[in-house]
């Protein structure tokens, strides 16, 4: 079982929209309807960014948006803000298989 | 208000078991699913398991297997990981969250320190 794979690090700048991918297989992402995002500020727990491929939890920012296509799932942020800068992974759920990504860094510059 | 509060910090002998504990408040634990995630000193996170309270049913990661055991106790609403022969690579922050698809509410996290 080998993580999903997201790009080590993406920048912006503040007011600019990003997108994080995360790509995995036929057998997880691809087949998935539960995919979700976490963000994780240094020293914290990481927290529930969106939920079922491209749904916010309440109180979460429409700024974030979620989608997916094939094997690959995408984190969009848009309006891009200081407090954005954070670490961001994915997960995908299936029955057989439970899998994290890699990670990603988002820097605001 | 849904809240996982874990038990505190731990310095452990490789080879030994660690117990960290998981105890929600706000509601009925047998109403969650639990699942177990670490994450190793500057990496990222990792999926050890999860269980059905009500059913009593464990899930784990492959790569646990045999070596970890997730186990409620609905009468102090409270989940438990235990992680047996331990080794210096399992030096790490373990997370308990509620929810098996998302997980929408995570405990503070517990760090387990190996060592010789």
């Known amino acids: 079982q080998s993580a999903l794979t997201q790009p080590a690090s993406v920048s912006g700048s503040s007011g600019q929209s990003i997108t994080i991918s995360c790509t995995g297989t036929?057998?997880?992402?691809?087949?998935?309807?539960?995919v979700s995002w976490y963000q994780q500020h240094p020293d914290r727990a990481p927290k529930l960014m969106i939920y079922?491929?491209?749904n916010r939890p309440s109180g979460i920012s429409d700024r974030f948006s979620g989608s997916k296509s094939g094997n690959t799932a995408s984190l969009t942020i848009s309006g891009l803000q200081a407090e954005d800068e954070a670490d961001y992974y994915c997960?995908?759920?299936?029955?057989?298989?439970?899998?994290f990504g890699s990670g990603t860094k988002v820097t605001v510059l | 208000q849904v809240q996982l509060v874990q038990s505190g910090a731990e310095v452990k002998k490789t080879g030994s078991s660690v117990k960290v504990s998981c105890k929600a408040s706000?509601?009925?634990?047998?109403?969650?699913?639990i699942t177990w995630v670490r994450q190793a000193p500057g990496q990222g996170l990792e999926w050890m398991g999860g269980?059905?309270?009500?059913?009593?049913?464990?899930d784990y990661a492959q790569k646990f297997q045999g070596r970890v055991a997730i186990t409620t106790d609905e009468s102090t609403s409270t989940a438990y990981m235990e992680l047996r022969s331990l080794r210096s690579d399992d030096t790490a922050i373990y997370y308990c969250a509620r929810g098996i698809q998302l997980l929408d509410y995570w405990g503070q996290g517990t760090l387990i320190t190996v060592s010789s």
């Open positions: 036929s057998s997880d992402v691809g087949t998935s309807n539960y």
């Open positions: 706000g509601a009925n634990l047998s109403n969650y699913l």
């Open positions: 269980i059905i309270p009500v059913f009593g049913i464990a």
């Open positions: 079922d491929v491209n």
């Open positions: 997960m995908s759920y299936t029955t057989s298989n439970t899998l």
